[in-house]
């Protein structure tokens, strides 16, 4: 038989690492958007924190809900963390990529990959990759 002790810290610890996996999803599924922050996408954080999927499994008020809530906040802003401290240690960024996506323009011997998906800065513009050859406008 499990002691009890040992029971609730497992369950705290499993809702707070559920929380990092989602606050970390929710920041980046922010960040690479395609389109403008509109209402609907502050509805759904809001579903996320929350909504009822969450509070069936962890009751709002208790232990559970707060691992989850820690969690959440841990793995929202953990995101942000790792990725300023990437800009910070890039030649091709500065802290203006979090205000308007800027960066240095590729140079003549790199490119970014037809693969690789347009963003959505802060201000809503989208922020194109560019062509292999260079030119500016890369695939939509």
């Given at each position: 038989?499990?002691?009890?002790?040992?029971?609730?810290?497992?369950?705290?610890?499993?809702?707070?690492?559920?929380g990092?996996?989602?606050?970390?999803?929710?920041?980046?599924?922010?960040?690479?958007?395609?389109?403008?922050?509109?209402?609907?996408?502050?509805?759904t954080?809001?579903?996320?924190?929350?909504?009822?999927?969450?509070?069936?499994?962890?009751?709002?008020?208790?232990?559970?809900?707060?691992?989850?809530?820690?969690?959440?906040?841990?793995?929202?802003?953990?995101?942000?963390?790792?990725?300023?401290?990437?800009?910070?240690?890039?030649?091709?960024?500065?802290?203006?990529?979090?205000?308007?996506g800027?960066?240095?323009?590729?140079?003549?011997?790199?490119?970014?990959?037809?693969?690789?998906?347009?963003?959505?800065?802060a201000?809503?513009?989208?922020?194109?990759?560019?062509?292999?050859?260079?030119?500016?406008?890369?695939?939509?």
């Amino acid at each position: 038989m499990t002691d009890p002790t040992t029971k609730s810290i497992i369950q705290l610890l499993g809702a707070f690492a559920f929380g990092v996996i989602i606050g970390w999803r929710v920041y980046f599924t922010d960040r690479y958007r395609t389109g403008a922050v509109d209402f609907n996408d502050i509805a759904t954080v809001i579903g996320i924190v929350g909504g009822g999927a969450i509070l069936a499994l962890f009751q709002a008020g208790t232990d559970l809900f707060g691992a989850y809530g820690i969690g959440l906040a841990l793995g929202f802003f953990a995101y942000h963390l790792r990725l300023a401290s990437m800009v910070a240690r890039s030649s091709n960024f500065d802290q203006d990529f979090f205000i308007d996506g800027r960066r240095k323009k590729v140079s003549d011997d790199e490119f970014i990959p037809d693969y690789v998906r347009s963003t959505t800065t802060a201000m809503g513009d989208v922020t194109l990759p560019r062509k292999p050859d260079g030119s500016g406008g890369g695939p939509n």
